[in-house]
């Protein structure tokens, strides 16, 4: 079972970029979740799809940050354009809705922003 | 300006020694909880789980206790190792398959360190 897929693992780029940041969830799980850790403020939720539609976008710090998933294996978190501010750890996160609602965390993309 | 980052409770114990985790939730309507294990570089990574209908549960060396009354949850690690220390989260949910779409609410972290 390979788990959640996230690509890059690491990412450097400079202010101003676009970023695409890659999930694909476990094969099966029907929620997906999109979270930023930072030292500042830990794990936060920026959003989640059930069924690959969006149902909390609350999260999402502004709009210069927007999530797709245009099919049940593969999701995308892009920033346009890319601030220093935005520099985290994205994790993917994956679940089925019906039984113990236990998310798999992909292992992460360091982002870097100069 | 100077940056304030969180400051996360940090818990020391020697090598097999029992650690206990303590988390604070709000939301008395919270029916499902987790806690996670977060080691560098790596996501969290789930421990075990409880549901509001029981107040114990056991895993292999882990112990979560849950106490509604005042909303207290604690993670138990009997015999700690080196290799438990990591970063604890714990996580609850409200509304755990019913149309909440099981989103879960993190705590800030404890930091558990294990000397040899």
């Known amino acids: 079972d390979a788990g959640v897929i996230q690509s890059p693992r690491h990412e450097v780029t400079e202010m101003g970029q676009e970023v695409t940041l890659r999930c694909k969830p476990i094969?099966?799980?029907?929620?997906l979740f999109w979270y930023r850790q930072t030292m500042m403020r830990g794990l936060e939720l920026l959003i989640y799809?059930?069924?690959?539609?969006?149902?909390?976008d609350s999260g999402m710090p502004e709009d210069r940050f927007s999530a797709k998933m245009p099919n049940a294996s593969f999701s995308t978190l892009k920033i346009q354009p890319s601030e220093p501010r935005d520099s985290a750890v994205y994790f993917c996160a994956s679940s089925m809705r019906t039984g113990n609602n236990e998310q798999f965390f992909g292992p992460g993309t360091r982002l870097t922003v100069l | 300006g100077e940056s304030v980052g969180l400051h996360l409770p940090t818990l020391s114990v020697q090598e097999g020694d029992n650690s206990i985790i303590n988390c604070a939730y709000s939301n008395s309507a919270s029916d499902y909880f987790i806690w996670y294990k977060q080691e560098s570089g790596k996501g969290p990574q789930f421990i075990i789980d409880?549901?509001?209908?029981?107040d114990k549960r056991q895993g292999q060396r882990v112990t979560v206790l849950l106490n509604k009354t005042v909303k207290h949850l604690s993670l138990q690690i009997a015999a700690t190792q080196p290799g438990d220390s990591a970063v604890y989260f714990c996580?609850?949910?409200?509304?755990?398959?019913?149309?909440?779409?099981?989103?879960?609410?993190f705590g800030q972290g404890t930091i558990l360190t294990v000397h040899p």
């Open positions: 409880i549901r509001s209908n029981m």
């Open positions: 799809f059930n069924n690959n539609v969006p149902i909390d």
């Open positions: 094969s099966g799980h029907n929620s």
């Open positions: 996580a609850e949910n409200s509304n755990a398959g019913g149309t909440s779409y099981g989103k879960l609410t």
